[in-house]
């Protein structure tokens, strides 16, 4: 891992600063439905990549709202298909307190590099204030590329002007810390909050 001070912290959304279960939205659109399958109605959508065609930006939230609405013969309205979409996630509160923590510090310089896409990000910005703090972002959606691209990363770091070696990527997928790792960015796997902060505060202090 390469040494330098930590001066930019690049955080992932999914399952680092929110968890969420995309099963929600699958069984709650069955559960609306009565006689819609949630497993065919989940492998419909994972079978077509239409999960990583919204993030990626080829489609919208409308589109996959047409697309399985026709296909299924989904009597569910726009609105609650929406609602159901975006309400998957919850607060990872020991991550919350660390952001805003971090954020205090003028050390610091703090980015959103995130796969989403405009319904779950806008979602998350009404109901998790604290993600607001990350105002410079790099979101898939808008940029039509999905980590673990490297294209992804050099653009936030190219965008933002940012030196990697003084870059630290928090990110839960392992293939996205590879691909980091590989540009030169310090990365740090979250899997769990108190390895988290062990592993933080180790690199922390070794580039002091």
């Not at 703090?110 to 105002?135: E, G, M, Q």
């Not at 959606?141 to 190219?158: E, M, T």
Request: proline share 2%; net charge positive; charged share 30%.
């Amino acid at each position: 891992m390469p040494k330098g001070p930590i001066e930019n912290i690049v955080f992932d959304l999914g399952n680092t600063l929110v968890y969420f279960d995309f099963c929600y939205f699958y069984d709650r659109v069955a559960l609306h439905e009565k006689n819609l399958n949630a497993r065919k109605f989940k492998n419909f959508v994972l079978n077509n990549k239409y999960d990583l065609k919204i993030t990626r930006g080829t489609i919208t939230i409308k589109d996959l709202f047409r697309i399985l609405k026709r296909k299924f013969k989904l009597k569910i309205g726009y609105s609650d298909f929406l609602f159901f979409y975006s309400d998957i996630f919850w607060v990872n509160t020991s991550m919350k307190t660390f952001v805003e923590k971090i954020a205090r510090i003028k050390r610091f310089k703090i980015f959103l590099l995130s796969n989403t896409d405009s319904a779950h990000i806008n979602f998350i910005d009404r109901n998790f204030p604290f993600v607001r703090l990350l105002r410079k972002r790099v979101l898939s959606y808008k940029v039509k590329l999905n980590k673990p691209q490297k294209k992804i990363f050099q653009l936030i770091i190219h965008k933002y002007r940012l030196d990697p070696s003084k870059t630290l990527l928090i990110d839960d997928m392992k293939d996205n810390v590879v691909a980091s790792e590989s540009l030169g960015i310090k990365a740090i796997h979250y899997k769990n909050h108190k390895a988290f902060l062990k592993q933080f505060s180790r690199l922390n202090k070794t580039a002091d």
